[in-house]
């Protein structure tokens, strides 16, 4: 089958690895955030997400999503233009974190929350498994939950399949996070995905089949094997959530 630009660039990213807005309801799996508001003198203690593993899902020779490498073709009108609106989801949301107290967590944090740390070259993450944890900054309803949330790390995965797909999974975890990753600049690429929920789900939704699960955001190399992906303004909880990729 003949592979699309999107595996091209995977298989030549492999090669080097080895050389060198609505409000919708809150996920009810997110209920035990890592870091809580802080008590005045009171450090804040994390507390484990859970730990359900989905079983994987076989992936169509022709493509998982249409056999396009053009995510304007996958996304729906309304969450490609939160891409439109990153920046504001940037400054709002770790402003709200910061002015909730946790200035110091979101420092510590380094150029995974800088705005402008992306860097050229090995845009996506290659094939393989991964570490990968969630930050959440922000709240998506004033009022409403945590400014600041960060949990702790669990299993991520990259595949390349048959079809030429680049699909990024969260493997373990309460909510689980899979899709494609898409060519986009020279400093980002595109994902777009879906979340499964709890342990009782046992598979993905895909992109479109629940429009409180869909989710769209950039992949952003941040270091030389550190990766994040940025969805701003997901559909529950926060004003900006980063997806931490790492070995």
């Not at 309801?25 to 009171?42: L, M, N, Q, R």
């Not at 073709?73 to 233009?81: F, H, K, L, R």
């Not at 899709?179 to 046992?202: C, F, M």
């Amino acid at each position: 089958m003949r592979r699309t630009p999107l595996a091209v660039l995977a298989l030549m990213t492999t090669t080097a690895l080895a050389a060198c807005g609505d409000n919708s309801p809150a996920s009810p799996a997110e209920t035990s955030p890592a870091v809580t508001e802080p008590a005045a003198g009171v450090p804040a203690q994390a507390a484990p997400e859970g730990v359900a593993t989905p079983e994987q899902q076989d992936a169509p020779a022709g493509g998982l999503q249409g056999g396009t490498d053009n995510w304007r073709q996958v996304a729906n009108t309304a969450d490609a233009s939160l891409l439109g609106r990153l920046d504001q989801a940037w400054r709002l949301g770790r402003a709200e974190a910061e002015d909730g107290g946790f200035a110091r967590q979101v420092e510590a944090l380094g150029p995974l929350a800088d705005p402008n740390a992306a860097q050229t070259g090995r845009i996506q993450p290659g094939p393989g498994t991964y570490r990968c944890r969630t930050i959440k900054m922000g709240r998506r309803v004033e009022g409403q939950g945590l400014a600041y949330v960060e949990y702790p790390w669990f299993a991520c995965s990259v595949e390349l399949t048959p079809g030429g797909d680049l699909v990024l999974t969260k493997t373990t975890g309460s909510q689980r996070t899979r899709g494609l990753i898409y060519p986009d600049t020279d400093r980002r690429a595109v994902y777009v995905g879906a979340q499964a929920w709890g342990a009782d789900e046992k598979t993905f939704p895909a992109y479109g089949d629940k429009a409180e699960r869909d989710q769209v955001g950039v992949i952003e190399r941040v270091g030389q094997n550190r990766w994040r992906l940025v969805l701003p303004w997901p559909k529950q909880e926060a004003k900006l959530e980063l997806l931490e990729i790492t070995r």
